[in-house]
Each structure stands twice: as C-alpha cells, then as structure tokens.
C-alpha cells in the first residue's frame, strides 16, 4: 500500500464520527408542584434572574447537546452533555450572571495561562472554565453509597496525596493561594467504565427527569446521579465497596474547589 495512502487511512480510522442530536421526551416527566423549592430556587440569584435558562436537549456552540443536570450551586448549575462533533461525553457548567462567577472564570483564566506541565500536581488542576471531561459522584456521594459510612485508610491516602499535589502546583506554579470551598461533595470520582456515561443517557431517554417551570417560563430540573460502574468492586478499593460522600456535616477536608481535577489510584479521578 502506497504511504501516503496509509496514512489517509489511518487518520480517517482515528477521525471520530459526529453524531447526531438525540430527541428527548418533552412529555411524561414528574411535575414538581410550584410550592416546592427545587434546587437553585432557593438562591438569591434564581430570583434576581441570574440563572440561564438550560433545558434538557439543547446544543450549544453546535457541539455540546444536554443531556441531563448534574447538580447546582450559588453560582451556577452543572450539566452532562454529549459531545456531538467528538462522539463523546463532557460536563457543561454554566455560570449565573454574579459577579461571583466572574471572579472564578477570571481563576480558570490564569490557570490557563501558568501551566507546568513538569510539575506532578498539573495533572490533577482542571484549567478549562465551562466544559470538563465526565465525572463520576463526589467523595460526599462515595460515603452515602457506602453502607459503613466510613473510608478505609487506603482511600483517604489516596484522595489526600492527590488533593495535595494540586494544592502544591496551585501554590507554587499558579500563585493561588486562597482556597474557599475545599470539601468533599467538590472532590469528584473520574468514570473509567463508559457504560455508567451510556446508562445516564439511556434512562433521561425513558424515564425523563423531574421539572417544574418557574413563572410559566424559567425551566428548573431536579438533578440525576449517576449509577454504579459495571462490576464495580470497590469494598476493598474503598473499604465498603461504593464510593461517594453525601453527609451534610462531612467536614470541608480534601478536594479542590471547583477547579482541579485529581487521580484517585488508576480508576479514580478526582474534581471540586
């Protein structure tokens, strides 16, 4: 075979195929009743309009289409989106119009700009502002999953070691030294198994998640975690088998604010 040939076929073999829009249910879904807060109703800046108004299905950039909310803050909410041109997963976060969000979108600006990648903790600083890779649950979702409601010793290493090194490269390389929201829902489990990323999608198509309409007008969704990895085994990885922190009163240790992204051993990836 000719090279240059070869090599046409190899780059077109490598070449992801787009795909396209899927179309999700606009009827069937929960209702939540109008007298009931859901999510970030109970903010001040849902009722100053500050939010934008996502709906499950939207594509934006004519790239990243919606699938289903991951979960929300004071300062925006948190969407898993499929990355139509790439054939693959991401997380939008969208901001609200505060001026909170502008100073972390500032943050992530000069992350971008001070990059080591020498350094051992880079590889754990997530620097991009608005999209991330898909994440799995946070630490606080590890520890609900867990029926003991504790982490073994060997988790707890594992999570602080790489917490740790993305505090370091944040000190050293990035001059960031001020750390507002360090806790364990903000520390988040990367997904090595793909079906997880498949099955999120699969069930938004049959059984569509809970909504209610503000006003008539603004859309706001109940969020949807993820399921278990297939043949997950994390009782020995993790003392107890599941991962995930969800108690309210878990104490603000380990994770990176909302802006690092961290290894925990080899199938485990950790962001806040």
Known sequence: MPPLLKWALSTLRRRPIPCPPLCFPVTGYDTVPANDILEEERFPAF???????????DVFHKKYQVVGKLGFGGSSTVWF??????????TLKIYTHEESSTE????YAHLQQTQNRSHPGYPHVRGRRSLF??????????????????????????????????LDYLHTECRVHIHTDIKSDNILLAVEDDSVLDSFVKEEMEITSARKLVDGVLPVYASRRFGMPAGARFGRAVLGDES????????????????????????MDISA
């Open 47 to 57: 009722r100053k309009g500050e939010y934008y108004p996502v709906h499950i299905g």
């Open 81 to 90: 989106a499929r990355d139509l041109i790439q054939n693959k997963h991401a």
């Open 104 to 107: 972390e979108i500032q943050i």
């Open 133 to 166: 890779p898909a994440m799995w649950d946070s630490f606080r979702d590890l520890l609900y999953r867990n029926q003991t409601g504790q982490f073994s010793e060997e988790v707890l290493r594992f999570g602080l070691m790489q917490v740790f090194l993305a």
């Open 244 to 267: 995930q922190t969800h108690d309210e009163q878990q104490q603000q240790t380990a994770g990176q604010s909302e802006n690092q992204m961290i290894d925990l051993t080899r199938t």
